[in-house]
């Protein structure tokens, strides 16, 4: 089981609530509830009672504990990079054009036949 899968369902287990949880994580909603239907395919059971308010089940409170256990023990997530400012665009754009001179042609222009 991953580490991830785990810290994301005790989050959602503490707050009960998949907005908040998803917002404390600092992940979209739709991967909060993917992450959720990935573990609860390993586990083999329903861990959350999604009809009307979240609710843990049975099986989602007996495997609470042994996931806090585990989040516990393994090492801290690493910190996220942030990229440099300036996206792909920028950075493909090179020097930019040389200046114009009066009386000659413009660079990378070619003359129009006629």
Do not use: C
């Amino acid at each position: 089981m991953k580490i991830a899968l785990l810290r994301r369902y005790v989050v959602l287990a503490e707050t009960l609530h998949f907005p908040r949880a998803a917002e404390q994580l600092g992940i979209p909603l739709a991967s909060l509830y993917t992450s959720l239907d990935k573990l609860e395919a390993e586990v083999g059971h329903t861990l959350v009672n999604r009809e009307g308010t979240p609710r843990l089940t049975n099986v989602g409170t007996l495997f609470l504990a042994e996931a806090q256990a585990a989040v516990a023990a393994a090492p801290p997530p690493a910190p996220k990079t942030v990229a440099p400012a300036g996206g792909k665009a920028k950075a493909s754009k090179g020097k930019g054009r040389a200046p114009i001179v009066k009386g000659q042609p413009k660079p990378y222009k070619k003359r129009q036949g006629r």
